[in-house]
């Protein structure tokens, strides 16, 4: 299973992003899809989780600004990021707890894709 993220750049504050991870290879069904982020010199948090039954959950430092939603036609997960401000330049990952066999749950990370927030 690979997880292929985009969707990156660089914006000015108050900009918007819009982070797309798609999940390709021997897929039964995925449980939860998340995007993380690592800024430089810390550690890297979740930012957004979205269930397959369409709940989700957001960091407070993100809540009202960014949305997770995902498609599971396609496996993709999105991240909408509205209203962007410098704190919120990282590498963002997408990762998600894929049932590749049933009952068989194995955790996948993408390779990450830079956002700079900076004018």
């Known amino acids: 299973v690979q997880l292929q993220a985009s969707g990156g750049g660089l914006v000015q504050p108050g900009g918007s992003l819009r982070l797309s991870c798609a999940a390709s290879?021997?897929?039964?069904?995925?449980?939860?899809m998340t995007w993380y982020r690592q800024a430089p010199g810390k550690k890297r948090e979740l930012v957004a989780s979205v269930y397959s039954g369409g709940s989700t959950n957001y960091s407070d430092s993100v809540k009202g600004r960014f949305t997770i939603s995902r498609d599971n036609a396609r496996n993709t997960v999105y991240l909408q990021m509205n209203n962007l401000k410098p704190e919120d330049t990282a590498v963002y990952y997408c990762?998600?707890?894929?049932?590749?066999?049933?009952?068989?749950?194995?955790?996948?990370w993408g390779q990450g894709t830079q956002v700079t927030v900076s004018s």
């Open positions: 290879g021997s897929i039964f069904s995925i449980n939860v």
């Open positions: 990762n998600a707890d894929t049932e590749v066999l049933p009952g068989v749950i194995v955790n996948y």
